[in-house]
């Protein structure tokens, strides 16, 4: 989670400082930061987990496919709603040895992603975001290899409560070049939403890094 947090800084730092001298240089052109807008996006996700715990548990980061939806919301010029529905694959690599055989397993994980950003846009070319993320898990897949054995294990889940989820949040920036955008993100799991109003804090967390190519109409 440190980490994630020390993204964002310096996701933020990097971008708007390349950017804010284009805002005092450039006035002809039309400032589009209160038009609302539709837009689709792809990249890919760089993710890992970590053990909230504190205990010796070693995992690989894997990278994975993320993409979907976003509208921006203004709310005024400098603020705004940005709220995404995402296709997220997240997930881990880890390997070792069992009696006497070394193993190596991979995790990747389908989540139906959907973050309510708070954008701040202190310049035309840059959006910050930041907020609350829910994540609906729809399909779990290990590879698992081991001596001789090899093995794929595949589970698919269906969730018709919108109130079971994980509660998560994700941040970073966005870089508005007319209808083209380019997203960095960090985030990371809070905790379980049970459906029934209870909630729980799982051990394993999942912590990713997003990077995005959008369109916007």
Known sequence: MKKAIIMIAMVTLAVTGSYAQSETTTTSRTDNREKLFFGLKIGTNYSNVYDSQGENFVADAKFGLAGGGFV???????????????FSQKGYKSSGTFLGSSYTMTRTTD??????????KPIEYVSLVFGPQFSYLMKQKDDFTGGTITS????????????KNTFC???GADLNMDHLIIGLRAGWDVQNNNGDGTSTTPRYKNMWYQATVGFRF
Do not use: M
């Open 72 to 86: 921006t919301i203004p709310i005024g010029k400098y603020f705004g709603i940005q709220p995404e529905v995402l």
């Open 111 to 120: 989540y139906l992603d959907v973050p309510i950003l708070v954008a701040f």
């Open 169 to 171: 949040f994700t941040g």
């Open 152 to 163: 794929t294990q595949e589970q698919t889940y269906t969730n018709d409560n919108i109130r």
